[in-house]
C-alpha cells in the first residue's frame, strides 16, 4: 500500500465523512455490478441497445453544463504567480471557504477512489493521479478517459507520487461550486458540479492546469494540443499537434477524412485536445496524448463533418445532455439527419416542442480512443511522437492567411502568444468579438501566462530541433460574410504546404507577418476554389494588420514585467516589417 495515498484517503473520510469507501479497480467486473445502480438511480439511461450497444444518456442539472472559469482558481501562495489571466485565491482562504462545504458532504453516500494514469501505462513520460469522488457518473467516464483502476496502483507502487483530487457533487448550487488548483503542492479540490470539465479531474485540472505549472518546474510542456499523423503517398509518417480555442474544430481536424487518400495522403489521430511534449535525446520534441478517450462536442457532428467521432461513440460510450428519440436513438443539432417525431429534449421535455435545441449546444459523448476507426498504431507508444509541426489557429474573419509559417521559434511563439478567435453569434450571442486566447491555454495555464511565454522561448533554446511553427485560418470570410475556405477534410491541403515546407519542397512568399504558400505552391486538384478566391485566402491587408498591432499591444501589456523581452522584440520587428 502507498503510504501516501492510505494517508490522503483517510484524510478525505474524515473530512467528508461517506457511508462507504469503494476502491475503483476499473475492471469489467466492477462496472457490470456498477451499471444497474446508475440506471436504477437515474444516473444514466439506457440508449437503444441495439444501435447503440453499451452507450447511455446522461442528464446534468440544467445550471451545470459547462466549464465554469469564473468559479476556477489557481491558488498559489503569491497572487502574481497565478498571473493576471487566472482567478486567484491564497491557498488558506481557499481550503477554509470549501473545507467547509466538503465538510459531511458525502454523508449518506458512497466515496469512490479512483487511481488512474494519465499517458500509456508504463510510459516514462506518464503520470498518476488519484480522484476520490463522490459520483458514480464521473467514475463511469474516468473509466473511459483514463487509464483507471488497478492498472494505476500497479503503476504507483508503495512510494510512487500521484496528484490528488476531491471532488465532491454537492448541491449542485452555482454559488457553491469551485473548481480549486494548488499548483504548488499538485493538489485539485472540485465542489458542487457534475460536468465533465469540472469534474473528470485527470482532463482539464490535471493534464493542463497542474501538468503546466509541473512542466515548468521539469522541463516540458503541457499543452492544449490535438496530435495527428500524416502519412505521405512515400508511407513516410509526420507527426504535427495543433492548439485551437474552443469551437475551432480540433476534434474534426484531429480526425480528418483526406480527400487525397487515393494519392497517398492520410491523416490518423493521436489525441483529440491534449498534448503532453518533452525534447528527446535527438533534440526534438516528443509528444504523448496523456488521455485514453475523447470528450467530444455533439452538436454540429455529423457523418459529413466527421464520421470517425460517431463511430468511435456508436458503442460504450456516453452521452451527456443530448435529445433522444422514444426508442431510445440519441439525436442533436447539426446530426444530419431529421429528428424523429417525437423527441424528448435535454431537459427531459417530451415531446420537444421545437422552440429551443433539444439537445444543449454543449451536449458532449465520451469515447474510448481505442474504438477510433482512424487511431494510429502509434497512439499508446509509450516513447510518444516526434513532433514536425506546430499549428495554432484561430476563428478570424477577416485578417489572417489561411496558412502561414512562422519566421523562427520565437516568431512562433509570439504566433501563440496572440492567437485570438472572433466568437459565433451561437456561442455568445455576439458575434466578432475578439478574445484573445494564447495557445488555447487561457483557461488552462496554471500559472502566470507572461512566465508560461518564457517558458516556451526557453524550450526552442533547449530543444536543438524544434518543430517549425505554423497559424491557420479555416474561416475566412468575403465582403458578404460567406466561408471562402471549403474546411473540414479540405484542410489536408495546407497541411500537405505545411509537410512540404518541413521538407524544404514548397515555396513560400515571405510577407511581413511569416511565410504564405505561393497559389502553385498548395495542391489545389479537384478543388473548386477559383484563384480569386484562393488570392483573397492568401492576402495580407497591411493596414489591417498594422491595427492589430496596436490590438497586440494592448494584449502584451496585461503582462507587464512578465512579458518576455524576446515577444516585445517580436512586436517591434513585425511593425518594421508592416512599414
Ligand atoms: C474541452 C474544452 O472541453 O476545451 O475540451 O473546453
Ligand atoms: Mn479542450
Redesign the pocket.
Known amino acids: 500500500m502507498n503510504a501516501k495515498l492510505q494517508r490522503w484517503v483517510d484524510e478525505c473520510i474524515r473530512l467528508t465523512q461517506p457511508d462507504n469507501v469503494h476502491w475503483c479497480d476499473g475492471s469489467e467486473e466492477e462496472y457490470e455490478k456498477m451499471l444497474p445502480e446508475m440506471l436504477q438511480k437515474g444516473i444514466l439511461t439506457e440508449l437503444n441497445q441495439k444501435e447503440y450497444p453499451g452507450c447511455y444518456l446522461h442528464r446534468t442539472h440544467p445550471n451545470d453544463v459547462a466549464r465554469v472559469e469564473n468559479l476556477t482558481f489557481i491558488c498559489t501562495s503569491k497572487k502574481e504567480d497565478a498571473g493576471p489571466t487566472n482567478n486567484w485565491m491564497s491557498p488558506a482562504d481557499a481550503k477554509a471557504k470549501v473545507g467547509e462545504m466538503f465538510k459531511g458532504s458525502m454523508k449518506g453516500r458512497t466515496m469512490y477512489v479512483i487511481p488512474y494514469i494519465m499517458g500509456p501505462a508504463g510510459s516514462p513520460l506518464s503520470k498518476i493521479g488519484v480522484e476520490i469522488s463522490d459520483s458514480l457518473y464521473v467514475v463511469a467516464n474516468m473509466r473511459i478517459m483514463t487509464r483507471m483502476g488497478q492498472i494505476a496502483l500497479d503503476q504507483l507502487g508503495e512510494d510512487g507520487d500521484f496528484v490528488p483530487g476531491l471532488h465532491s457533487t454537492g448541491e449542485l448550487d452555482p454559488n457553491r461550486r469551485f473548481i480549486l488548483h494548488f499548483p504548488e503542492e499538485s493538489l485539485i479540490w472540485s465542489y458542487g458540479s457534475g460536468y465533465g470539465g469540472n469534474v473528470l479531474l485527470g482532463k482539464k485540472c490535471f493534464s493542463l492546469r497542474i501538468a503546466s505549472f509541473m512542466a515548468r518546474k521539469e522541463g516540458w510542456m503541457a499543452e492544449?494540443m490535438l496530435i495527428l499523423e500524416l502519412e505521405d503517398p512515400s508511407g513516410k509518417l509526420t507527426w504535427m499537434a495543433a492548439a485551437f480555442p474552443?469551437a475551432c474544430g480540433?476534434t474534426n481536424l484531429a480526425m480528418l477524412v483526406s480527400p487525397l487518400e487515393n494519392e497517398g495522403y492520410k491523416v490518423r489521430t493521436i489525441g483529440d485536445?491534449i498534448a503532453w511534449l518533452r525534447i528527446g535525446e535527438d533534440g526534438r520534441l516528443w509528444a504523448i496524448n496523456p488521455e485514453a478517450g475523447f470528450f467530444g462536442v455533439l452538436p454540429g457532428t455529423s457523418m459529413e463533418t466527421n464520421s470517425s467521432a460517431l463511430v468511435t461513440a456508436k458503442s460504450n460510450s456516453i452521452y451527456t445532455n443530448v435529445a433522444v428519440s422514444d426508442n431510445g436513438m440519441p439525436w442533436w443539432e447539426g446530426m444530419g439527419v431529421e429528428p424523429p417525431p417525437i423527441l424528448t429534449d435535454w431537459l427531459g421535455n417530451r415531446p420537444w416542442n421545437g422552440e429551443k435545441p433539444a439537445a444543449h449546444p454543449n451536449s458532449r459523448f465520451t469515447a474510448p480512443a481505442r474504438q477510433c476507426p482512424c487511431i494510429s498504431p502509434r497512439w499508446e507508444d509509450p516513447m510518444g511522437v516526434p513532433i514536425s509541426a506546430i499549428i495554432f489557429g484561430g476563428r478570424r474573419a477577416k485578417l489572417t492567411p489561411l496558412v502561414y509559417q512562422s519566421n523562427s521559434w520565437n516568431h512562433g511563439v509570439f504566433i501563440g502568444a496572440t492567437m485570438a478567435s472572433e466568437t459565433t453569434s451561437a456561442a455568445m450571442g455576439k458575434s466578432g468579438v475578439l478574445r484573445r486566447d494564447p495557445m488555447a491555454m487561457l483557461p488552462f495555464c496554471g500559472y502566470n501566462m507572461g512566465q508560461y511565454f518564457d517558458h516556451w522561448i526557453k524550450m526552442g533554446v533547449k530543444a536543438s530541433n524544434p518543430p517549425a511553427i505554423f497559424h491557420v485560418n479555416w474561416f475566412r470570410q468575403d465582403k458578404n460574410g460567406k466561408f471562402i475556405w471549403p474546411g473540414f477534410g479540405e484542410n489536408i491541403r495546407p497541411i500537405i504546404w505545411m509537410l512540404d515546407r518541413i521538407n524544404g519542397k514548397a515555396k513560400g512568399r515571405e510577407t511581413p507577418i511569416g511565410t504564405v504558400p505561393t497559389p502553385d505552391s498548395l495542391h489545389m486538384e479537384g478543388l473548386n476554389v477559383s484563384n480569386e478566391t484562393l488570392e483573397q485566402l492568401l492576402s495580407i491587408n497591411v493596414e489591417d494588420w498594422k491595427a492589430e498591432t496596436d490590438s497586440i499591444e494592448k494584449h502584451f501589456q496585461t503582462f507587464g514585467d512578465d512579458l518576455p523581452s524576446e515577444l516585445s522584440e517580436e512586436l517591434i520587428a513585425l511593425k518594421k516589417r508592416l512599414g
Open positions: 492544449h474552443s480540433k485536445d
